[in-house]
C-alpha cells in the first residue's frame, strides 16, 4: 500500500540552527501538506502546497519556515534558525484531490528537538 | 477563523457503544472530517460529512447537523485497539485562505 514516508523518524538540533525535513509523498498525489503537533497538543495545520507554489498557509508559517518540492519526489520543510518552541512533532501528508472531503494520507511524522 | 470543542477524554469497555462529541465554530463551512492518532503516529483518516445525518462505515459511523454545528463519531463493538486519540476537524476561512483546523483530541481508553 502506499505511504508517506518523511526522514528523519527524530531529529535533534541546537536553537539557531537550521534544519530540512524530509517528505516522500504518495506517488501519484498533487497536494501536499506539513502539520505540527507539540507534545500533548492538538494538530496545527502549517502549509499546503500545489503545483509548485504556496496554495494555504497558517500564521504560524512565517518567515522562519519556507518549503521546496526540489525534485519530482521530495517535498521539503525548512526552518532557519530554530527556536525552543519549534520542538513538535511534524507531520507530512498528501492527497490526490483538494476538494472539501479530500482524504490526506499522513506520514509517521519526525520529532524536532530543539535544545 | 474556526475553532472545535471535543472532549478530553473517554472511557468505555470492550464490546460497548461510545460517542465522541464535536461543536464547532467557524464562518464558512466545508465538511467535517474525523481522524484517528495512536500515540503520538501517523494521524489516520475516518470519515467525512459533508452534508446532514449519517456516514457509516464499518464499525465506525459519523453525524453531522450543520444547523446545530455539531457532529459525532460513533464507534461500535469497542476493541482495545481502537485506544488512540480522535480528532475532529473543519476547513474554514482564516486570514484569507481556507485551512483545517483540528480540535484538541479526544483519548478513547478501552477497557477489558
Known amino acids: 500500500e502506499p505511504e508517506v514516508t518523511q526522514t528523519p523518524s527524530h531529529q535533534v538540533t541546537q536553537m539557531g540552527q537550521e534544519v530540512i525535513l524530509r517528505c516522500v509523498p504518495i506517488?501519484?498525489?498533487?497536494?501536499f501538506y506539513w502539520y505540527r503537533q507539540i507534545l500533548g497538543q492538538k494538530v496545527e495545520f502549517l502549509v499546503s502546497?500545489?503545483?509548485?507554489?504556496?496554495?494555504?498557509k497558517s500564521e504560524i508559517f512565517d518567515d522562519q519556515f519556507s518549503v521546496e518540492r526540489p525534485d519530482g519526489s521530495n517535498f521539503t520543510l525548512k526552518i532557519r534558525s530554530t527556536k525552543l518552541e519549534d520542538s513538535a512533532m511534524y507531520f507530512c501528508?498528501?492527497?490526490?484531490?483538494?476538494?472539501?472531503?479530500?482524504?490526506?494520507?499522513f506520514g509517521a511524522g519526525t520529532r524536532l528537538s530543539v535544545l | 477563523g474556526q475553532s472545535l470543542e471535543q472532549p478530553s477524554e473517554v472511557t468505555a469497555v470492550e464490546g460497548a457503544i461510545v460517542q465522541i462529541n464535536c461543536t464547532y465554530q467557524?464562518?464558512?463551512?466545508?465538511?467535517l472530517s474525523w481522524y484517528q492518532q495512536h500515540d503520538g503516529g501517523a494521524p489516520t483518516f475516518l470519515s467525512y460529512?459533508?452534508?446532514?445525518g449519517l456516514e457509516e462505515t464499518g464499525r465506525f459511523s459519523s453525524f453531522l447537523s450543520r444547523s446545530d454545528s455539531y457532529g459525532y463519531l460513533l464507534l461500535q463493538e469497542l476493541q482495545m485497539k481502537d485506544s488512540a486519540s480522535y480528532f475532529c476537524?473543519?476547513?474554514?476561512?482564516?486570514?484569507?485562505?481556507?485551512?483545517?483546523?483540528f480540535g484538541r483530541g479526544t483519548s478513547l481508553i478501552v477497557h477489558p
Open positions: 460529512n459533508a452534508l446532514d
Open positions: 506517488s501519484n498525489h498533487l497536494y
Open positions: 502546497f500545489y503545483n509548485n507554489e504556496i496554495s494555504e
Open positions: 467557524t464562518s464558512g463551512f466545508y465538511g
Open positions: 501528508a498528501s492527497s490526490s484531490t483538494s476538494g472539501e472531503g479530500n482524504i490526506q494520507y
Open positions: 476537524a473543519v476547513r474554514g476561512p482564516s486570514g484569507g485562505s481556507y485551512i483545517p483546523t
